[in-house]
């Protein structure tokens, strides 16, 4: 049908037969998408005259917006927190493979290191829009390493810091830049946290609790001067206990202050948490529950060893641990894995799920308006998805950017 | 007449799409060839539940109507008068209206002609009734301060004009306005009795709006059912329409 837009004469691409998700619900709805953003069909019919150029058949598919990683260390034999020649091949590489999981938007996340590899990776990441070349970066989240020795997980002890000579600065003499940062893990109860949380929370980046021995009145003081996030709830913090919940006491406390929310993110394998540690957090704060994957270097590849950053890792089938030991280090968890996994642990509504990959991060990092939502104007990243939630196709500003093989993997 | 008696409201608005299908397939739209469709005014553009939304979701989204064949009156025009004139001017220009369809207000009212509306009236600006202003008010948060008193509506004599009129009545709250509308006379404060000098009507309703009518009434038309239902069945598709077309005619006339 011939169209006479007055706003602009970009194709109109319409997608018919499927529900999508809009308002918290699977609505069976079509969807438009012109020069990148979700458009207002009711706008373009009446304002515009417009009507669509290409008509697209989703053969009943679920449309969802695109998949947002805000916790992911690596893949496919890259490792963010190594300070290799071919870096920016590395960061292209993961990019473009983790369309096919249904991510759309990334952070690549640094575990602690040394200042020389910040130094010289943080000037290599950029903020960038996605496409066909791979999910788009949001900016990099620097996890330590400003953390608890005691909780360190699988970071090397030696690259641990502290901030308390110089607060803030000290920190940015650590990390060298904090131009394309977006999120900073740390723990409260290091001293002159608060001030180096309201700099950070000044700059636009957001704080996140974790690899700490913090009680409960220290998180609550760290998120009154404005940290939001949790870091892969319930590992490498103080384990709940009913007269000090600690970090996790955060859920449900009501010292959050007006108008804000706390955010939490989990690792949704089936490794990193028991199935009823999950829905117990769940239950008890299920809009601020964030999947990340915290996916290291291994994700993708066989079983054996990789490197984390300056450890060695050994990969046993889903599980990761420190070579030798057995303290579980990253995952090899793919994002669409962790929604369907989320989806059968907790019993949630297909909306839930999908939504705490894709709406609930956007809300985290403030992006909400453009990220995370198949509301007008936002940008037009989404995916298709099958009843069961594997993920069919891939789209980036309107484009598709990945399928599905008919023939299979 | 013909009135159309079902037994709720979606039988007896499944009856009523089938035949405003089958009567645009029989016609055999194309190109230079427009079936227009009247339907009646409602609420003020800005408002989100504006009549534009309205017929954007209900009707607009689900077919592929081209933009430029719709004609919704713009209660945000800068000169009214010139608008609703400017509308009847489209009318004649597409070829009259086939077919208009609308419902009645409780107070028997078509489109927005309230009680006293001159039933030779064509499209203008009409001050509303409470009654309807009232009805009108769950669209508006229940605020009656809120709910536009004036709206812009075709005249009772421009819908006369159309090729055929079809009204759908359902609920027992229309009940009275139904009676009145075609047992009682023709009366300019029951708007929609100007149809009973239409040589083509066709009501369509469930039980609960024959509950003021006549026993003898209810009983004649529903005992023409079977002559009516060969108006929706067999439900024609626009693909087949070049066989039927030959073989298309009115099964019986008023």
Redesign the interface.
Same mark, same amino acid.
């Given at each position: 049908m011939p169209s006479n837009k007055s706003v602009s004469d970009a194709p109109i691409v319409q997608f018919t037969n499927c529900r999508i998700l809009r308002d918290h619900r699977l609505q069976r709805e079509d969807l438009w998408v012109r020069e990148g953003k979700i458009l207002n069909p009711e706008k373009l019919f009446f304002d515009e005259k417009g009507s669509a150029d290409v008509q697209l058949d989703c053969k009943d598919s679920i449309i969802a917006p695109g998949f947002i990683d805000v916790q992911i260390n690596g893949g496919f034999g890259v490792d963010f927190s190594l300070a290799t020649d071919d870096f920016k091949l590395g960061i292209d590489l993961v990019s473009q493979k983790i369309l096919s999981h249904g991510v759309t938007s990334f952070c690549p996340t640094l575990v602690t290191s040394p200042p020389s590899v910040y130094h010289q990776v943080l000037p290599q990441i950029s903020v960038r829009n996605g496409g066909a070349h791979g999910a788009g970066i949001l900016g990099a989240h620097l996890e330590g390493p400003f953390i608890s020795k005691e909780k360190k997980g699988a970071h090397p002890e030696h690259c641990l810091r502290t901030f308390e000579a110089g607060a803030f600065q000290d920190l940015l003499a650590i990390y060298g830049t904090l131009d394309c940062v977006q999120i900073v893990t740390l723990a409260p109860e290091m001293r002159r946290s608060s001030e180096v949380i309201q700099e950070l929370t000044k700059r636009g980046i957001c704080v996140s609790l974790g690899h700490s021995v913090a009680n409960l009145s220290q998180a609550e003081e760290a998120v009154q001067h404005g940290a939001t996030f949790i870091t892969h709830l319930f590992n490498a913090m103080l384990p709940f206990h009913h007269r000090d919940p600690g970090i996790v006491g955060l859920l449900t406390s009501d010292k959050i202050p007006a108008g804000r929310r706390v955010f939490y993110g989990m690792i949704s394998d089936g490794i990193h948490t028991n199935p009823a540690a999950l829905r117990i957090a769940h239950r008890a704060h299920p809009k601020g529950l964030v999947l990340v994957t915290d996916a290291m270097a291994g994700m993708g590849l066989a079983p054996g060893r990789h490197t984390l950053g300056q450890q060695v890792v050994e990969i046993d089938g889903l599980n990761t641990y420190i070579a030798g030991t057995k303290t579980l280090s990253g995952s090899v968890a793919t994002m669409d894995t962790c929604v369907r996994h989320f989806q059968e642990a907790t019993g949630c509504s297909v909306e839930t799920a999908l939504e705490a990959a894709s709406l609930h991060p956007a809300q985290l990092l403030g992006i909400e308006h453009r990220k995370g939502t198949l509301k007008y104007d936002s940008d037009a990243d989404f995916l298709m998805l099958n009843e069961s939630l594997y993920v069919q196709a891939t789209y980036i500003a309107g484009e598709e950017v990945w399928r599905q093989d008919v023939s299979g993997m | 007449m013909k009135l159309i008696i079902l037994e709720n409201y979606s039988q007896a608005s499944e009856w009523a799409a089938k035949y405003i299908r089958n009567r645009i397939v029989q016609f055999g739209p194309g190109p230079g060839r427009f079936f227009t469709l009247g339907l009646p005014t409602g609420l003020p553009r800005d408002h989100p539940e504006s009549y534009? /939304?309205f017929m954007?979701?209900n009707f607009?989204?689900h077919v592929?109507i /081209?933009?430029?064949n719709?004609h919704?009156l713009d209660g945000n025009a800068p000169d009214l008068q010139a608008e609703c004139d400017a509308f009847e001017e489209k009318i004649k220009a597409a070829g009259g209206i086939e077919l208009f369809v609308g419902g009645i207000g409780p107070d028997g009212h078509i489109a927005f002609n309230e009680p006293g509306s001159s039933l030779v009236s064509r499209t203008r600006v009409k001050t509303l009734a409470m009654d309807t202003i009232l009805a009108n008010a769950r669209f508006f948060d229940g605020d009656l301060s809120k709910v536009p008193t004036m709206a812009l509506t075709v005249g009772v004599g421009t819908v006369m004009d159309a090729r055929e009129v079809m009204i759908l009545i359902t609920g027992a709250h229309k009940a009275f306005a139904l009676y009145k509308a075609i047992e009682d006379g023709v009366n300019h404060m029951w708007t929609v009795s100007a149809f009973q000098q239409h040589p083509n009507t066709v009501f369509v309703c469930d039980e609960d709006a024959t509950l003021e009518l006549k026993v003898k009434t209810v009983k004649y038309f529903k005992g023409l059912m079977l002559v009516h239902n060969k108006l929706v069945e067999p439900l024609y598709s626009m693909k087949e329409m070049g066989v039927e077309r030959s073989q298309s005619k009115k099964p019986y006339s008023d």
């Open positions: - | 534009h /939304s954007w979701n607009f989204k592929d /081209s933009p430029e719709v919704i």
